[in-house]
């Protein structure tokens, strides 16, 4: 075993998942998916497929961000990034493949042990914490990601005042989430669940959050949000980056 993985999860058993914004029933209910978390064929299914359209988002808002080569292989080379709930470390090893020194937080302890084990396997240099991201002291990023999170926590207005304090001065935010509208609550909890594509229980439809309210919520923290890009999904197309916001959308946000 390496050194890393030993360190994450000596800071998987020592953090708490208590907090203000973290459930622990719904911290309980991603533990117990994180040995399958890895498995494209299994209870994170969707997420698999989600990834690409996500990094697709990710690579050109960094771009965009940043002004970089479009070309570049390791465009977050020299960069820190900071995902926020990472579970098993889906989205932290593409993004420490495009060269970011990156960290994972998580509220079960189970998914950083399953993605410290994966990422030494892959052979990267991935920090995972288990915790509470208004708790930790792990400093300030220049990338700060949390994707399908906000809808899980307690306190939407703490969480994103959390994900502010850790923006380094320039840096840059990328959420998303689904919106609560009625296709989403028809195809993502009605369809979804009840056809095993999303594992049941995962969604509650009252917690989404809508692009206005998820405006509100960055300005109050005193950051502006971009303009949001929808996540459809067609029969032919599948997952895919759209300007229909109805069932799911992403957004990046900086600091005034």
């Given amino acids: 075993m390496s050194d890393a993985t030993t360190q994450a999860r000596s800071n998987t058993s020592a953090a ?8 622990p029933d719904e911290a309980a209910h991603f533990g117990r998916l994180a040995k399958d978390w ?4 299994g209870s994170s299914a969707m997420l698999h497929r989600l990834n690409p359209v996500r990094l697709k988002f990710l690579r050109d808002a960094i771009d965009l961000h940043w002004a970089n080569d479009i070309e570049a292989r390791k465009p977050l080379a020299g960069k820190s990034a ?39 396997g ?52 990328a959420l998303s989430t689904p919106n609560r ?6 195809l993502m909890i009605g369809a979804a669940e009840t056809f095993g594509l999303i594992p049941r229980g995962t969604h509650h439809w ?32 599948g997952l895919h980056l759209s300007d229909d916001l109805s069932l799911n959308y992403l957004v990046t946000a900086r600091a005034r």
């Fill in 16 to 23: 708490t998942i208590s907090g203000r914004t973290i459930r």
């Fill in 38 to 41: 890895w498995d494209p064929k």
């Fill in 181 to 186: 509208t009625p296709q989403s609550r028809l």
């Fill in 206 to 237: 009252d917690d989404f959050v809508t692009p206005e309210e998820l405006g509100e919520l960055l300005d109050e923290a005193g950051l502006d949000m971009g303009e949001p890009t929808g996540i459809a999904f067609s029969p032919t197309r």
């Fill in 122 to 173: 892959a052979g990267l240099d991935i920090r995972y914490m288990a915790g509470e991201i208004g708790t930790l002291d792990i400093g300030s990023f220049d990338l700060v990601t949390a994707m399908e999170v906000i809808e899980h926590v307690s306190d939407k207005r703490a969480f994103i005042a959390a994900l502010a304090a850790r923006l380094a001065p320039g840096g840059l935010l």
């Fill in 82 to 120: 900071l995902d926020v709930g990472c579970g098993a470390g889906l989205l932290c090893e593409p993004l420490a493949r495009l060269g970011a020194d990156i960290t994972g937080v998580d509220a079960a302890p189970e998914n950083v042990a399953a993605a410290a084990i994966h990422a030494e």
